[in-house]
């Protein structure tokens, strides 16, 4: 297979590498494909299922899927954001989110793709489940009501931090983020300034002490929809 | 006592070499010697097999059979799958719960009985069934239950409770079990009288090239359900670089209401494990591994036996029938209650002692499986076929069944019939005649493939078991005419529901919201609307999951609601107040109201 070649997004045709996955290539062509689980560096991990594409006419996780030449990509299609906002709107109603005093407010990346797909509020019945709040650790703490398991964080801390505080337990609708001690993220190596910290797209995993810093107006999707740093990359 | 447990645990871990590729046997040893996996097993694991303690408790919690709560010395674990359903469980379950005095979910004060549900055991054609520890008890009714419970009190012997033997192998000491394998009809491929050994032999004969060659051309297609080409996947998985290769076979058996590999495990392992050779001779693998279900383990001591007799008689580990360059051996691997580790990815994972997660493909299991190396997972009835194949021919295979699906399949048939059982049909035979052959002409309604196939109604009865039809991977359910169509599919989500892994949010969260409005329908509290919101978000959970469950899991939704709509329409309302059907203005004002302690003069 050639090392360079080309495909089509949406009837753009555009460059990809050999070994690079569709939501990569995208990206460098300025066309953003909505995405949670997906972060530069860290592991593809196919989860929210979020970047949901057509391939040829067949659903793939574009974050995993690999560019092929002359390959048919349907990203922004009606149906595909139907299906998009049905997926952030059931991880808004799985958890429990409160995002007017929440700290990650308008740096959030959940919050950020309810407003670029035009989700005012979720149509289904929220869940309201029981889930616990760790604060034990003098610099982090960990709100499980907004974790929306993406794993970033257990990839992040695995292969960035090379320390593994992070991993999933249970299954099913059961399934939380758990850390590596009997119970508390105080007895853990984590440090405020691991990678680990930094990657969580929502208000799950948060620093203490610097809530509410920045103020409105400020925060990083105050003014342009997410995805629009990748977009301002087009030609 | 504590240090007492840590030094047990980290011996359980030597006797596996400390190695975290036996981490499922690990926890499941522990969990049978000490009733748990306790935090401070956890911590001792993974102390003593070097791995971050989370790694262990990661695993631990995902499987049914392992918990960190203690459970009994005894577990009575009962069916409780639609087809118990149909066969009476409920008054079963009264009855355990009255005699041991303690409700599902439970544990007696004494510690001695822990009750629990479990999804199909594979045991749909004797059911109710349960399985107490390993034994697995069929046909239960509940002057059965008080007796096994008060037997268990007197004697706290799982085994003292088979009475009367099965037939074929389950009358063998070495398995000692009440089931009845209920082979109701055989046919040429899987069934047939001929002599072990005879494909293995012919195999040798040819080249490796030559046994693929000659899957393919037969046509064999998967008997787990997906229906892949065996004969692509083989040269797949023979054509990728690494020297390293494994044969998996998935005996997982979790769709419920199939229970055909059972009967193959229990009186025709040496076709089965005379396949996995055949296979490994063809692709060139070493190792071969045998995926069995925990609620199979009452099998383990024959299946274990068979494997020692082949190494004997040379037909298994070096040079196997004097060939010098092909050595082969099998080992087996136990799960512990997951339906999702029969996805052949998620099987892999497992193996290699993690959460049943499925993976990411590509890479596909033929480029890297096990360990990252290449490997072909295939069900146990296409093993088995394989043998026969061989023997007979790529021809003689291609002229038995319809057109687009050579040779037969095995039927696990059970519910609203009259001989439930394992029937061997070639490719091709209508639902019609099949209902006919189990007694049940007057069925109302047959789910095929088990609940991620289809529902069909008396209007499809007509159509035929194969790919290119009514595909399944063997499961075949019943259900009379007074059976209520959404109490099944109301099941079905539940169970998808328990099972899911829980990796991929549509699949996860998107189930649970379909089993709500399934609910608001049959609690008379849907509206149209629901209908089609219900519709979408089936559509949205089918394209956009990660695996094949989630990629099926609306299924019991989807195609009622194509064959049974009016079942749903006849429950629908229109609104009286105004408000929603699905919204109860009394319940959310109760809470208020009692505070308050008055009640609402807009809305009473
Ligand atoms: C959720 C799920 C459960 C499955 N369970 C089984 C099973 O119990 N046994 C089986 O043989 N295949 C099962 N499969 C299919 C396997 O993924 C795989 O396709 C099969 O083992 C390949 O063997 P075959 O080609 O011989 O059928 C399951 C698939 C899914 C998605
Ligand atoms: S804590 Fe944050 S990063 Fe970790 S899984 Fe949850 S949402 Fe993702
Ligand atoms: S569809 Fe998703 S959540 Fe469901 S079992 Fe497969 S990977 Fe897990
Ligand atoms: S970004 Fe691809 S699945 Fe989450
Ligand atoms: S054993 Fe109960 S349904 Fe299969």
């Known amino acids: 297979m050639a090392d360079n070649f080309t495909f089509i997004i949406d009837g753009t045709e555009i460059p990809a590498r050999q070994g690079q996955t569709i939501l990569k290539a995208a990206d460098e062509a300025g066309i953003y494909i909505p995405r949670l689980c997906n972060k530069d560096g860290l592991e593809p991990y196919g989860a929210c299922r979020v970047c949901t594409v057509l391939v040829n006419g067949r659903p793939q996780s574009a974050c995993t899927q690999p560019a092929q030449p002359g390959i048919i990509v349907e990203n922004d299609t009606e149906e595909l954001t139907e299906m998009r906002k049905q997926l952030i709107e059931m991880l808004f109603v799985e958890g429990n989110h409160f995002c007017m005093f929440c700290e990650k407010s308008g740096n959030c990346e959940l919050q950020a793709l309810g407003y670029r797909l035009g989700i005012a509020a979720p149509r289904f019945p929220f869940m309201f489940p029981q889930r616990e709040l760790d604060a034990t650790h003098p610099e982090v703490f960990v709100d499980r009501n907004r974790c929306i398991l993406c794993g970033r964080c257990v990839r992040a801390s695995r292969d960035q931090d090379g320390k593994n505080v992070f991993q999933f337990t249970g299954r099913g609708i059961k399934k939380r983020i758990s850390v590596n001690a009997t119970s508390r993220l105080a007895d853990t190596e984590l440090k405020s300034a691991d990678k680990a910290v930094a990657a969580c797209p929502v208000g799950s995993i948060l620093k203490k002490g610097v809530g509410y810093a920045v103020p409105i107006g400020e925060r990083i999707y105050d003014h342009k929809p997410i995805g629009s740093d990748i977009e301002s990359k087009a030609k | ?604």
């Open chain 2, 1 to 604: 006592m504590s240090n007492d447990l840590s030094a047990a645990v980290k011996e359980i871990c030597l006797q596996h070499n400390n190695d975290r590729i036996y981490l499922m046997d690990i926890l499941r040893k522990v969990q049978v010697d000490h009733g748990s996996v306790s935090d401070e097993a956890i911590d001792a694991i993974a102390d003593a097999v070097s791995i971050p303690r989370v790694e262990v408790e990661s695993t631990a919690t995902f499987y049914a059979f392992l918990s960190k709560e203690k459970k009994g010395k005894i577990v009575i674990r009962l069916c409780n799958d639609i087809i118990d359903r149909l066969a009476g469980v409920d008054v079963v379950a009264k009855a355990f719960k009255e005699e041991l005095g303690v409700d599902f979910g439970e544990t007696t004060a004494d510690g001695l009985i822990t009750l629990e549900y479990t999804p199909c055991i594979g045991m749909s054609d004797q059911a109710p069934a349960a399985l107490v520890n390993d034994e697995v008890i069929t046909y239960l009714s509940s002057d059965k239950a008080r007796e096994i419970v008060r037997t268990l009190k007197k004697t706290g012997d799982p085994k003292k409770l088979v009475s009367r033997l099965g037939d074929g192998n389950n009358a063998s000491p070495l398995v000692n079990s009440m089931v009845h394998n209920n082979i109701r009809k055989k046919g040429d491929v899987i069934f047939a009288d001929y002599p072990d050994g005879a494909g293995l032999k012919k195999a040798l004969t040819m080249s490796p090239v030559e046994v693929i060659n000659e899957v393919t051309n037969a046509r064999l297609r998967g008997r787990g359900g997906a229906g892949f080409p065996a004969g692509m996947k083989w040269q797949f998985t023979r054509a990728a670089e690494d020297p390293e290769k494994y044969i998996i076979c998935n005996a997982d058996e979790g769709e419920p209401g199939t229970f055909k590999d059972r009967v193959l495990l229990t009186d025709y392992p040496e076709r089965l494990f005379e396949g996995m050779t055949i296979a490994g001779y063809a692709i060139g693998a070493q190792q071969g591994i045998l995926y069995l279900r925990a609620e199979y383990a009452y099998l383990s001591n024959l299946l274990e036996n068979v494997l020692a007799k082949k190494r004997k008689d040379g037909v298994l580990g070096k040079a196997i029938l004097g060939k010098k360059a092909f050595d082969f051996d099998i080992r087996i691997q136990f799960g512990a209650g997951a339906y999702v580790c029969g996805e052949e990815t998620a099987l892999i994972s497992s193996c290699e002692g993690s959460r049943g997660d499925p993976k990411n493909r590509p890479p596909f299991p033929a480029q890297k499986g096990f360990m990252g190396h290449p490997t072909c997972v295939n069900n146990v009835e296409t093993y088995v076929a394989v043998v026969r194949l061989i023997d007979m021919g790529a021809a003689w295979f291609t002229s038995i069944g319809s057109k687009g699906s050579s040779g037969t399949k095995l039927l696990s048939i059970s519910g609203d019939c009259h001989a439930p059982g394992v029937y061997e049909y070639p490719f091709g035979i209508t639902i019609k005649q099949l209902l006919q052959d189990v007694g049940a002409e007057d069925a109302k309604a047959v789910q095929i493939g088990g609940p991620s196939g289809q529902m069909i109604g008396k209007e499809d009865f007509n159509r035929t078991i194969c790919y290119d039809d009514l595909a399944t991977g063997g499961s075949v359910m019943i259900f009379g005419a007074d059976r209520n169509i959404l109490e099944v599919a109301d099941y079905f989500m539940e169970f998808f529901i328990e099972e899911s892994c829980g990796y991929c949010t549509p699949c996860r969260v998107g189930n649970v919201l379909l089993k709500g409005y399934l609910e608001r329908v049959m609690n008379g509290q849907a509206e149209e609307a629901d209908l089609e919101v219900m519709k979408s978000l089936a559509r949205t959970v089918k394209t956009t999951s990660r695996c094949g469950l989630g990629q099926t899991s609306p299924n019991p939704i989807l195609t009622t609601l194509a064959k049974f709509y009016p079942e749903y329409t006849k429950l629908l309302k229109t609104s009286k107040d105004g408000f929603k059907p699905s919204f109860n203005i009394q319940e959310v004002l109760q809470e208020s109201q009692s505070i308050t302690g008055r009640k609402s003069v807009h809305f009473s």
